[in-house]
């Protein structure tokens, strides 16, 4: 059946592939015929993000736990994503489920739907494979070790047939927040993360406090479980002229571009801060350099 409208854009990832989509984003709406409607289709964490993609698409959320498990919220689901015939479906994730983000795209009615070939996992590859038919077409975005932002360039310039240098990660100032305005000069520290072994030890940010100008007041920020959750780094709550604050990711945008530096972990805070244009050093465990950071050098800001 031929005659859909709208493009759909199938981004399953975390909050900082969330993060780091938003840079290219802009390509992939650019597949959009004029007055056409763009949804971007988020993970219901990452939809915490949602606010880096005003102006350029509605944004819509699925829990794919949930929708694993439950026949009744799968078609709900469905149904919920199901009421406009799509012109073109897009998967931007290299790495898919075929029980969630694939089996929902299957579900979907759309004239076209395309993707990258996915990457291999022993546990799937059967069910990967069967998965193709799936789509009109797959793209061949190169190895499984290859930086994200890179990649996504690289299916943004197939699907447009212009080939343009992947962009450097930091947004134009016309798609950032208004900066916090606080009392004082700050700087923001990140020492929490979701994966505790990207966590630097709670002595090395103390150091980091005591070595930063003494007119700087310290912002520690976190989800508002982080302190109880990681009762070790209470000692550095407690230094004179720090405090915590559990800043939505919005909030913790903005305090980002007031901020004279961020330091922070591994984590989506960090790829947002650097977004932001704040001055940041992430700290990166060794066992996960690679995977995401240190940014590809292409791509890497001047901050």
Known sequence: MHGGSGILIVASG???????????????????????????????????????????????????????KSFWFRRATVERLGAQNWRLIVSVDYLRHPKRDEAL????????????????????????????????????????????????????????????????LRLAPDRLPQPAIEAKPFAILIPYSAVREKQAAPDLFIDIVKALPDDLDIIVAGAPDDPARNPDYAALLDLPRVRFEAAAFERLARLSRAAKIV??????????????????????????VGEIVPYAETITPPN
Not at 118 to 145: M, Q, T, V
Not at 265 to 278: C, I, K, P, R
Request: charged letters at 20%; aromatic letters at 10%; proline letters at 5%.
């Open 14 to 68: 975390g909050l900082g592939d969330a993060v780091l989509l938003a840079h290219v984003f802009p390509r992939f709406a650019a597949l959009a015929q004029p007055g056409e409607r763009i949804c971007l289709l988020l993970r219901r964490d990452a939809g915490k993000m949602a606010f880096l993609f005003d102006g350029l698409c509605d944004v819509e959320t699925v829990d794919y736990d949930r929708f694993a």
């Open 105 to 168: 795209i299957k579900s979907l009615s759309a004239d076209e739907k395309i993707a990258m070939i996915a990457r291999p996992w022993k546990k799937y590859d059967s069910a990967l494979a069967k998965n193709k038919k799936i789509y009109a077409c797959l793209f061949e975005s190169g190895p499984i070790h290859l930086d994200k932002v890179v990649r996504w360039a690289r299916f943004a310039d197939f699907l447009t047939g212009s080939i343009v240098a992947p962009p450097i």
């Open 263 to 288: 330091v922070s972990v591994d984590t989506a805070a960090m790829h947002l801060s650097v977004a932001m244009g704040a001055p940041t050093l992430c700290l990166a465990s060794a066992a996960y």
